[in-house]
């Protein structure tokens, strides 16, 4: 039996759907079957930064409204196995969705994989309510803005409303310098006040976008910090304990010695 | 009635202040009515002379409102009689209840968060955060045992004694009755231990050391306040 995890941030492009392909492309790294899920009807963008854009056929619309079956709609990754698809719609109505669907879809799916990441609408409309309603936990993304923090916050009030475990957060863009010198809110500010505990924090990485737009998400590279952060978050999921990164840049001969036997941080 | 009573449902003395009516509380209320009628046929003071103030007391009687409206009248009409006030010893169990809970403190233990709302009757006692965006509502004090950074209202209901006090204070907003302010324009740290309340010299909300409170609030308790204040 699966695990479905929501992904949600309540405040638009703060990084759900790269978190979303990241966690699930790290867990599929670590050979579990997982299956994301786009419910942002409308503006999907999962297909995009999986670079699955042209292999859809049926979206979620059409499983809801029985015009296909659902494994029919299940992309199957170009590189795993174990790692599916399903897409949005692009086209339909937001309506199209409804709460008892996406329970259905997420019971069946829970089956054949072990775990189930959704990918929420930004706002908390129906789509979130949707997103949310057949997710076991959920993940919080927020960025070390005070807008994005706000807006986590009020996402959290309405997820302890729901019977799901208490949400977990991840940081994500956070730029050392800014935080170093007291410009942007730093991460213990945020965890104090949203009071939640924090899975992972992701570095602002110019690899995150590069790798978006040739859709192969950045948890694929070996080395670049965002990827090692996103993989951190995966083990977390797992139950593992991983210190989280630090802010430091290692510099001198520390960090050459390091280099030199291998050992990433 | 052909029997000659032997006790008056109603006796007025006169006091300095006016005149005190002791109603039976044992007798129908019809029975009053008409026995104060008849007293005050007898007793009507004089159009020019001045007004006099009349206490009644109404002992373990309950008085409706229509019951108020008639007794009122008939005191009051063609007379110079004005009602003081209206004493009784009982009140209704919803009113005494409500009363009760409007001196109660409540205590809840979780986060306000941005949007939520917290509302209660009585004084609140809080022990976790109100986050920006979050908001907590009560008729009387609100004491928080954590972090204020969205908006407090004390003393909804128009309570200005009312106080707000926090472990660490850096609101949005204080609202005490009417009264509101604002956090400065610039980002400014918040403060320990401290408390707001309206200061009547100068008119406004001032936030001032817990410590203040000893003199300024001399009861913080709600009843207390309620006994004293009406």
Known sequence: MGEAIVITSGKGGVGKTTTTANIGTALALMDKKVCLIDTDIGLRNLDVIMGLENRIIYDIVDVINGRCKLKQALIKDKRFDYLSLLPAAQTSDKSAVTTEGMLEIIKELKTEYDYIIIDCPAGIEQGFQNAVAGADRAIVVTTPEKSSVRDADRIIGLLEKKEIEPPTLVINRIRKHMMKNGDMLDIDEIVQVLSIDLIGIVLDDDEVIKASNYGEPVAFQPNSKASIAYRNIARRILGESVPLQSLEDETGMFKKVKKFFGIRS | ?230
């Not at chain 2, 409102?65 to 009689?81: G, R, V």
């Not at chain 2, 205590?107 to 609140?124: A, F, T, W, Y």
């Not at chain 2, 909804?156 to 324009?185: C, E």
């Open chain 2, 1 to 230: 009635m052909q029997d000659t009573k032997t006790k008056q449902y109603v006796t007025i003395k006169g006091t300095r202040d006016g005149l005190t009516l002791f109603i039976d509380d044992r007798c129908s209320f019809e029975d009053v009515c008409r026995e104060l009628q008849e007293k005050l046929s007898i007793n009507l003071p004089q159009k020019d002379e001045q007004e006099v103030s009349v206490t009644i007391k109404l002992g373990n009687r309950y008085l409706y409102e229509d019951q108020m409206e008639e007794l009122e009248k008939i005191i009051t009409n063609e007379s110079q009689f004005i009602i003081q006030s209206l004493e009784s010893n009982v009140i209704l169990r919803s009113d005494a209840l409500a009363m009760l809970e409007d001196t109660e403190i409540k205590i809840e233990n979780r986060i306000v968060r941005s949007g939520q709302v917290l509302e209660v009757k009585g004084d609140l006692l809080l022990i976790g955060d109100v986050n920006p965006g979050g908001k907590v509502i009560s008729t009387g004090n609100i004491y928080i045992m954590g972090s204020l950074h969205g908006i407090a209202h004390a003393g909804v209901k128009g309570d200005k004694n009312a106080i707000i006090t926090a472990s660490y204070m850096n609101p949005s907003q204080l609202r005490i009755a009417d009264y509101i302010s604002r956090a400065p324009d610039y980002e400014s740290d918040g403060v320990y231990m401290e408390c707001g309340l309206v200061d009547v010299e100068k008119d406004k909300i001032i936030i001032d050391r817990l410590q203040v409170l000893a003199h300024k609030r001399k009861s913080i308790r709600a009843f207390e306040r309620r006994i004293t204040n009406g």
